[in-house]
Structure formats: C-alpha cells, structure tokens
C-alpha cells in the first residue's frame, strides 16, 4: 500500500458544511503497509526481500515498485493487474492530520497466488533467516497462506515475527514471535482492557492459545510489554517526544526488534532496540527512516543496561 500525504494550509471554514478548507500546496508519497517495514530495514542495513501482490498498473503501484527498487529491496511480488493499490491519503496541516480517506478494495486473492508465494519462498530458503509477516488484513496474507508460511518455518529452523490483525490468533499458531499493540490485544481477547495489569493478563492468555515463545505488546507513549512463557514479563519505557509523529511506529518497532534478533541479541536488547528505532521514527516529519547509525549514536549516549531501563512488574 502506499502512504499519500497532502500538506496545506488552513485559513477559513467552508461555506457549504462546517469543515475547514484547505488550500493544498504539496503532496508528498511514501510506501506504507508491509513496504514501510521493508524499506526500514533496509535503512537499518539488513539484506530485505518483500513479497506481496502489486497492482502495477496503476500510478500508486509503479510508485511503490519504484521505490522499493531506489530503496535496495528485492521484491518477489505476484504481479496482480485486477484491483487497485491501497491508497491511505493524509490531509495535514501544521503537522496536524485533519483527515484520512482510504482507497481500497480488499479481496481474497485466492488458492493459486497463495500456493505461487509458497514457491517464491521456496526459492530464497537458503538464505533467509527471519521471515516478518506484516498482517494488515487486505487480503494477501490469507489464513491458510500464515498457516503454511509458519509451518514452513518451523521445519526450516526459520523464526517468524507477527504483526497480527483481527481478532482470531489461532492462525498465528506457532509463530515464533507477535507483536501486537494494546488495541488489537483488546480486540483479540474480546474485552476493554483499562490498566496495566489487564493488558498483562489478557496478554498471556493470547500466548497460551498461540504456543508463541514470547509475546511483545506496544502501548504507545506508555512504552513495550515482553511477555514470556514461563510467566516473567518486562514493562519497557518509551523515548520521550513532545510531539510524535505516529504514523507507521509500528512498523519502525518491529523493523529495530528485527535488527536485534538477526544479531543475536536478547529479547529484552531487541526490543530494546525496537524503542529506539520506533523512537527516532516518530521524531521525523516525513522520512520517518532512522539510519543504522542515528541508533548508534543514541545507543552511545544513551546507553542502557537491563537494571536501568528493564522494570520486571
């Protein structure tokens, strides 16, 4: 999908409905979806592939073949010409977001473009190490596809990070790792959840029902849960910022949880390394791409050690 930003300004209410006008003066495209993450770790210099369906017919679609090919990653994408390319258009003003309008059209793409992912993942499994499923819920990443790429995995030795959707995580079953913000735990165990101590609980029942080694929870300003099977959880703080820009922090989390697992670091040093990619992503305005060495800098000047930063609850 593809992230549409229009910057503008605001000086008047409409005349015909109580709206505010704005006068657009640039509009501005950045990869959104599974391609943010892709191009985030390539930012983070990890060797990327992305695999996915493209709509490469249209404007938005040539854009993101594009950019992904300037970005260094390599794509193994079923060429979809039915459709059109997820389009999430920003309307901003003052770095404020007045409104957000959608164009997408989800469908299931079917038994044979699901069984011809599984043969492009066949032919990169020497060399892949750690296999991201970005579920945004649009229609590729279908049931039974989560379920054979897992399965596929597991026999491979091959670890898989989750970034869930929907309400139902049985699909999810064996995946080595998920990393769902507090909403969609909420939405996954089917109650509000109004305190810490819920957002504990109902996040050990989601890693009983999925046997996952390990459960991470983002919670926003509040910081990241990391919850373990054998009952030790760990409530990590979040880098302060005065005026974040949000948008896609999901997504530079787990690309720094990634940078940290593929060099063998810890669960708590991974995620650890989430924050502070997460951290530095929502301090800029339109990149949003922390470079390898902006993280080591902070990681300098702001060391950390477990004891410091780590609270076990």
């Known amino acids: ?13 409409c005349p015909e409905a109580p709206v505010a006008v704005l006068k657009a003066m640039k509009k501005h495209l950045l990869p959104g979806g599974a391609a943010n993450v892709a191009c985030l770790l390539t930012c983070l210099s990890l060797p990327t592939r992305i695999m996915g369906c493209l709509h490469s017919n249209d404007y938005p679609g040539k854009f993101l073949q594009g950019f992904l090919n300037k970005s260094g990653v ?8 039915a459709g059109e390319t997820i389009v999430k258009q920003r309307l901003m003003s003052q770095n404020q977001m007045l409104l957000r309008i959608d164009y997408e059209n989800c469908q299931n793409l079917g038994d044979s473009l699901s069984q011809q992912a599984m043969a492009y993942l066949s032919q990169v499994e020497n060399d892949t190490s750690l296999i991201i499923l970005s579920d945004y819920a ?3 990443l279908s049931d039974q596809l989560v379920t054979n790429i897992i399965a596929w995995s597991r026999n491979r030795g091959i670890s898989v990070v989750v970034d869930p959707k929907g309400n139902d995580y049985t699909k999810y079953l064996g995946a080595t790792l998920l990393t769902p913000n507090r909403n969609e735990v909420a939405l996954a ?5 109004n305190n810490l101590e819920e957002l504990v609980e109902a996040g050990y029942q989601l890693l009983k029902r999925t046997e996952n080694q390990a459960l991470i929870i983002t919670n926003g300003a509040e910081g990241v849960l990391v919850l373990e099977r054998d009952g030790v959880f760990y409530h990590l703080p979040a880098l302060s910022c005065s005026h974040p820009n949000v948008i896609g922090a999901g997504d530079a ?3 720094g949880l990634t940078l940290g697992i593929s060099s063998e670091a810890g669960l708590l040093e991974a995620a650890c390394l989430g924050i502070y990619t997460a951290g530095l992503a929502v301090r800029k305005t339109v990149s949003r791409y922390p470079l390898l060495s902006e993280i080591v800098y902070l990681l300098k000047t702001q060391p950390f050690t477990i004891k410091q930063y780590f609270k076990v609850i």
């Open 138 to 140: 649009k229609g590729f």
């Open 189 to 193: 165990v089917g109650k509000r959840i």
């Open 253 to 255: 989390f787990i690309a």
């Open 74 to 81: 390599e794509q193994l994408c079923i060429n979809y010409p």
């Open 1 to 13: 999908m593809v992230d549409e930003y229009i910057y503008g300004t605001v000086s008047r209410i």
